[in-house]
């Protein structure tokens, strides 16, 4: 069931980046701050525009799946919100460094991953939401692509929920990874590793961070392995 939603989600993330490049074609780098300004108006309607076609198929999809679990009682399924204009222009910003050195072209690499993890925020965030607000629900779990990375792999858990209503999906640019309700009372949680993996960092100290991402990278190696 989530490989469908997998598969739709990448659907989705092709046509936002096949218009970003397209885009991008038309950008005279030879003017850099024009560029830049114009990636910084485009590029959070791109991610606005696709983000809430990826939530509406998430809604859908969660109530399409709970009606086929033969769920009882009536919920539907409720859509998150597009990323911040703010966060995709600040990543677009950031990018956009790249159009002012001998490489520009790496602004585009860049972007490309920004645009695939916002476009699909919502809907990894749909699915989360609806799990905390659906009173039948038990959790959420992460499902990922059999190459998928580790600390996705380690994220996943082999299938188990997350199960507090405060766990975040945590994502990393291109990936691919979905979210998919639970009904089951019975369903594993999550180690309380995944949660603390899980956590933001963009709030963290540089100390913080690094000490978060250090043993973080520890759990990951001792799961995997």
Same mark, same amino acid.
């Given at each position: 069931m989530a490989t469908d939603l997998r598969s739709t989600n990448a659907d989705i993330t092709s046509l !936002?980046? #096949?218009d970003l490049r397209s885009f991008w074609s038309s950008l005279d780098l030879g003017r850099p701050e024009a560029a830049r300004d114009e990636l910084l108006r485009f590029t959070p309607l791109?991610? !606005?525009?696709?983000?809430?076609i990826a939530a509406t198929v998430a809604a859908d999809w969660y109530d399409?799946? #709970?009606?086929? &679990?033969?769920?009882?009682?009536?919920?539907? !399924?409720?859509?998150a919100d597009v990323a911040s204009s703010e966060r995709v222009a600040a990543r677009a910003r950031y990018a956009a460094g790249h159009l002012f050195t001998e490489n520009p072209e790496a602004t585009l690499a860049l972007l490309d991953g920004a645009v695939q993890k916002y476009v699909l925020e919502p809907s990894r965030n749909t699915i989360v939401r609806s799990v905390a607000r659906d009173p039948k629900a038990t959790g959420w779990a992460r499902h990922t692509r059999a190459d998928g990375c580790d600390f996705c792999r380690f994220l996943a858990q082999r299938g188990a929920v997350y199960k507090e209503a405060t766990a975040r999906f945590a994502s990393h640019d291109d990936c691919n990874c979905a979210?998919?309700?639970?009904?089951?009372?019975d369903a594993p949680e999550v180690d309380v590793k995944a949660y603390v993996a899980s956590r933001r960092t963009s709030t963290m100290s540089p100390a913080e961070r690094d000490e978060h991402n250090a043993r973080a990278r520890d759990w990951?190696? &001792?799961y995997i392995t």
């Open positions: !936002a980046l #096949r791109l991610v !606005a525009q696709y983000g809430e399409d799946l #709970r009606f086929e &679990a033969d769920v009882p009682g009536r919920f539907a !399924a409720e859509m979210s998919a309700p639970s009904w089951d009372p990951i190696n &001792a």
